[in-house]
């Protein structure tokens, strides 16, 4: 693992800190992201090697997941 791919995710570390009920893993048919649910929109993360290794921290720190659209109404 590189050091500049440890340092991208790293800016991330607030969506796999702390268990919270905040931030969700949507596998959208677009694709898995990272959904936030006290704003209703997903998080962009840009740089797909950095969104992969953001998803798979917080899916071992638990990370709650679905398929379901996990946003309130727009």
């Not at 607030?14 to 969700?24: D, P």
């Not at 998080?43 to 798979?56: A, M, N, S």
């Amino acid at each position: 693992m590189s050091t500049v791919r440890d340092e991208s995710a790293e800016r991330y570390a607030h969506l796999w800190s702390a268990a919270s009920y905040r931030w969700v893993i949507w596998n959208a048919p677009e694709g898995s992201m990272i959904f936030d649910r006290a704003t209703n929109r997903p998080e962009y993360i840009d740089h797909e090697p950095t969104l992969r290794d953001v998803l798979r921290r917080m899916r071992e720190a638990g990370a709650y997941e679905t398929d379901e659209y996990p946003g309130g109404p727009c």
